[in-house]
């Protein structure tokens, strides 16, 4: 698990979710791309993610 999806930033072009890390509280922004976002499942109150290189620090 990454974190919990705090906010939403409404962009031109596609959407970015605003994950609250858990493990050290820095923001993680999640691009809403098809090839990034794989599955979003609400009830189950998960999302499926591909991360891009880059995304988080390794």
Known sequence: M???V???IK???NDVYVLKN????KQI???VLDNVVLETNIEGGY???RLMKG????
């Open 2 to 4: 990454l974190g919990e």
């Open 6 to 8: 705090g906010d939403v």
């Open 11 to 13: 962009t031109g072009s």
């Open 22 to 25: 858990t493990f050290n509280k």
């Open 29 to 31: 922004l999640i691009p």
């Open 47 to 49: 999302i499926v993610v």
């Open 55 to 58: 995304l988080i620090d390794e």
